[in-house]
């Protein structure tokens, strides 16, 4: 059975308009019922419109009303299959119930950013980043560790790459690229003004734009040649960008591995050269 309507909505809920937010909103406080009524139902109910539910489903790239149903009532049909689902922490769970919770929850993230991940966009990612000459990465916050981690491994297969952590040195190196390099703005809600910008200053200077965001329409999207979403359903403690972070890294390996793999054996070699001189760092003279 089809499923992931839940974190669609989920995911979308800061970037749709308040009438389509009073419907998503029922929506999710109120699955089981929603499954039984008829779009002209839940309007009224949710103090909306069909109009705005028919925009909901679009935006969040269901196919209509129907489709929307399908996908929740298979969302309750795994979480009552004892299935994965994404739960919130409470401020009294112990130490035990922590662990497990955010580890299920990094879980369910991965898996719910499959249903949105697209291969053909992964694929045309993959490729310009074998190809570039240079990679320029650009984030803020925890985004930012996603950059370092993508620095990190390009440059252990020979790509000259920067994830500067200033906003005036990402602009400044934005300006510096060209036609045959690649740049990655990492952005969360896709909404963080620096990112955006240097993105833009990069494109206009001829480099190829990706963009990782979540799942949606936002600045940053719609700067880019190249939009890669994902979802990561969050907690109430959304400012330690928990689940993002874990999805944002996941889709660096994917990148990472896909071009390493593109040229494989000067790959292998250049990691296993990096691997012997920092093992060699690590032992006493």
Excluded: W
């Excluded at 329409?217 to 990561?232: P, W, Y």
């Amino acid at each position: 059975m089809i499923n992931g309507g839940m974190a669609l909505i989920r995911e979308c809920m800061s970037s749709i308009n308040r009438p389509e937010q009073k419907a998503a909103k029922y929506i999710l406080e109120n699955p089981e019922e929603i499954i039984r009524l008829s779009i002209q139902e839940l309007a009224k109910r949710s103090d909306s419109s069909p109009s705005a539910i028919i925009r909901l489903c679009k935006t969040t790239g269901m196919d209509g009303f129907r489709d929307l149903k399908l996908r929740v009532a298979g969302d309750l049909q795994t979480a009552a299959n004892g299935g994965e689902e994404f739960k919130e922490v409470q401020p009294n769970d112990d130490v035990p119930t922590l662990i497990e919770t955010i580890t299920n929850n990094s879980m369910y993230s991965l898996k719910e950013s499959l249903k949105v991940l697209d291969p053909e966009k992964i694929e045309q990612a993959v490729e310009a980043l074998h190809l570039a000459n240079r990679i320029d990465f650009y984030a803020a916050g925890a985004s930012q560790l996603a950059a370092i981690d993508g620095q990190h491994k390009f440059m252990r297969i020979n790509k000259h790459c920067t994830a500067y952590m200033d906003s005036h040195m990402q602009l400044t190196s934005a300006v510096t690229l060209g036609s045959n390099d690649v740049a990655v703005g990492i952005s969360y809600s896709g909404e963080t003004v620096h990112v955006i910008e240097a993105i833009k200053q990069a494109k206009e200077n001829g480099a190829l734009t990706i963009g990782l965001t979540k799942f949606g329409t936002n600045g940053l999207a719609k700067e880019v040649d190249i939009h890669l979403e994902t979802l990561s359903s969050e907690s109430d403690m959304r400012s330690a960008a928990t689940s993002s972070r874990i999805v944002q890294l996941n889709v660096i390996d994917i990148l990472f591995i896909g071009a390493a793999g593109r040229n494989y054996d000067p790959s292998i070699d250049y990691l296993r050269k990096s691997r012997n001189a920092i093992q060699q760092s690590y032992r006493r003279k």
